[in-house]
């Protein structure tokens, strides 16, 4: 860890947070939703999904004129167990919460609940919507299209999102099953990250025209966009470690985020016009919940997923390995050790929020 880290208590980022999107026009009720699922990220060390991306990804898009700061959440098509919603482009953390709230609510009638979605925004970590499921004892399940950044297989042409798709299973452990990943070798958000670290990006992750690993972090995130780099599926190149099951992956998540709520998908979601301008990135989204007591005795449910994890866990390990996780696990643990320290903010992150501050005029005081 940087030694010019500064540790800042989690509920002040968030009101911090709150009062910056609110300051930029996001109403009260929406800004708080941002805010949460934007710290929960940090909380649990999905740091390339958390605060990072207060001010890149959610306020310079507000300012940019391309992302609205006000939400019209519009049902445009519903069943019992169903429904289609329409975001017009607003914030996605809380048109993504409330459609993931009426998948929950019609599995709780139902049995099973599916909301899709579509013109929505970046909607943070996906794990934030499966634990929804998770805390009333459902399965929970999401999936969202992304900027076209992962090259098909025997491809270099970004076409494809990172695409999670993302469960959320309770188990009668201290912590939930709870896998939540891209369907690439790594996601933009890290590559993020590594700038803001300013290291060098290690083999695999990224491809150039000539197909070969490219490592200059800062120059990537740029030809991310012009499509002169892109990411590999999980798997890595080609087909002998699997790379195509990755790609079939990517695939599935992009077909389910954009073909039921007819959402923009692949190159439409560039972020580019025709022109070469700026414009929204309006993606699409999927989420699903299941109750378990439609099939099962929630406690015997929850208690065979521990089982299943714990002999896992203590099942032979290779020579030199000290641990077998499962999903769900490492976010645990870093919870255990962050949640009376808070978020670290290194000199980038710093500048960013000192940043916002000034812009926006807000009051509160930084510790840095």
């Known amino acids: 860890m940087d030694d010019k880290v500064t540790w800042w208590a989690f509920d002040e980022v968030e009101a911090f ?47 940019a004129g391309t992302q609205s700061p006000r939400t019209e959440f ?4 519903e069943t019992p167990t169903t429904a289609v919603i329409d975001g017009h482009n607003g914030m996605g953390h809380y048109i993504a919460k409330r459609a993931m709230q009426m998948a929950i609510d019609k599995a709780d009638k139902c049995g ?8 929505s925004t970046h909607y943070g970590a996906a794990f934030y919507y499966p634990m929804m499921a998770v805390g009333r004892g459902m399965i929970g399940m999401t999936t969202t299209s992304a900027r076209p950044s992962i090259a098909p297989t025997w491809g270099v042409e970004p076409m494809l999102g990172t695409n999670p798709m993302t469960w959320g299973m309770p188990s009668d452990e201290a912590f939930p099953y709870l896998p939540d990943y891209a369907t690439s070798v790594t ?25 070969r690993y490219r490592h200059d972090t800062k120059q990537v995130l740029v030809d991310l966009t012009k499509d002169l780099a892109a990411l590999t599926p999980l798997g890595g190149l080609g087909e002998d ?24 998908f692949m190159k439409a979601l560039i972020g580019v016009s025709p022109e070469g301008k700026p414009c929204p990135i309006e993606l699409g989204h999927s989420f699903m919940a299941i109750k378990i007591e439609s099939f099962c005795e929630l406690s015997a449910f929850k208690s065979q997923v521990g089982e299943i994890c714990r002999q896992l866990r203590a099942s032979r390990k290779a020579p030199g390995a000290e641990r077998i996780y499962t999903p769900g696990e490492k976010e645990y643990e870093t919870w255990l050790y ?10 980038p992150l710093k500048a960013s929020f000192k940043a916002v501050k000034a812009r926006l005029g807000l009051t509160q005081e930084l510790p840095f």
């Open 112 to 119: 099973m609940g599916m909301a899709v979605v579509r013109n």
């Open 187 to 211: 996601q933009r958000g890290k590559l993020e990250l590594y700038e803001r670290l300013g290291k060098e990006l290690p083999d695999g992750w990224v491809i150039g025209q000539d197909g």
């Open 17 to 63: 947070m709150r009062a910056g999107f609110e300051a930029a026009g996001v109403p009260s009720e929406e800004a708080s939703v941002c805010a949460e699922v934007l710290i929960a990220a940090d909380k649990r060390g999905v740091d390339s999904h958390g605060v990072g991306r207060f001010k890149p990804i959610y306020l310079d898009r507000i300012w």
């Open 241 to 264: 470690f699997g790379g195509y099951k990755g790609y079939c992956n990517t695939l599935t998540v992009e077909l389910l985020s954009s073909c039921l709520s007819q959402a923009n």
């Open 338 to 347: 962050r949640k009376d320290k808070g978020v670290p903010f290194n000199e």
């Open 74 to 77: 519009e049902v445009v098509r």
